[in-house]
């Protein structure tokens, strides 16, 4: 079965999850479960999202990018979106994101 | 109707209701989708578009349950693959309201953008629902023929 990893990285105040894969439904829970536990322990300053190495997304993509959106903010955290391919910025604006000031 | 044009080809595929089967659908009608000489873009179009419809059956029609879910592609002479994907759940009580942006009934990690993705990424999307019976949804998208094939 597939798995979708992440890979975490720190550096000063920042935690970046470098994502990789496909994002959906079934890859999104696993996402959300260890980006969670990560940011639980670390509650970085700013938890960026790295999409460099994400070659398909569909909404669930979203779901997963506003519920971390939210639980960094719940303790002053922020969020942002990092280096989205083509494909999966069209959805951001879709989504309308542009507004949140995430990229 | 569309009922006399007949497909130049055709594939149906029955799965059950689980959420690993999200990509093997949409690479299957992507695979499918091929013969069209489809650009990349177009196959992403349509790979989003079916992974937002068979992910609403898996989270929404069949929630507490496993069923079996319907997908049938065809396409056509004139560069149009049309995309059914049917699910006998637990159907949706207000289609107008569904495909609004934003509405969800699914908690906080659905966005409610699935029907505005299929809508956005296709050139129509027809949605046909009775609660308690199921939901059927139909996508359709010609894609710019760059040459044509003979057979
Ligand atoms: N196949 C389906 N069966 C039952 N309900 C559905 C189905 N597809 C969509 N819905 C309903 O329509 C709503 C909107 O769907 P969608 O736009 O894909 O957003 P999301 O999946 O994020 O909730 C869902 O929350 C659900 O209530
Ligand atoms: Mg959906």
């Known amino acids: ?103 | 109707m569309r009922g006399k044009v007949i497909p130049q080809n055709e594939m149906k595929l029955v799965i059950p209701s689980r959420s690993a089967n999200e990509s093997f659908a949409r690479a299957a009608v992507a695979a499918f989708m091929a013969q069209l000489d489809p650009t990349v873009e177009e196959m992403t179009d349509i790979k989003t578009a079916v992974s937002e419809a068979v992910t609403n059956c898996i989270v929404h029609a069949y929630r507490d349950t496993i069923g079996k879910i319907w997908i049938e592609a065809g396409i056509y002479d004139d560069g149009r693959i049309v995309v059914q994907i049917k699910d006998k759940g637990c159907g949706i009580p207000d289609v107008a309201q569904a495909r609004q942006p934003l509405f969800t009934t699914g908690g906080s990690e659905r966005a409610g953008l699935g029907f505005a993705v299929m809508e956005s990424f296709t050139d129509r999307m027809t949605v046909r629902s009775a609660v308690g019976k199921g939901t059927t949804v139909t996508l359709e998208k010609r894609v710019a023929q760059r040459y044509r094939h003979d057979g």
Request: aromatic fraction near 4%; charge should be negative.
């Open chain 1, 1 to 103: 079965m597939p798995v979708m990893p992440v890979i975490f990285e720190t550096s000063d105040c920042e935690l970046t999850a470098l994502l990789q894969g496909e994002i959906d439904h079934h890859t999104a829970a696993e996402l959300r479960e260890e980006i969670d536990r990560a940011v639980d322990i670390l509650k970085p300053e700013v938890l960026v999202l790295d999409f460099s190495r994400v070659g398909f997304m569909d909404s669930s993509g979203i779901g997963l990018i506003m519920g971390r959106f939210q639980n960094v903010r719940s303790y002053g955290g922020s969020l942002r979106v990092a280096n989205p391919p083509p494909t999966v910025a069209r959805m951001m604006r879709l989504a309308g994101m542009g507004r949140l000031g995430v990229l």
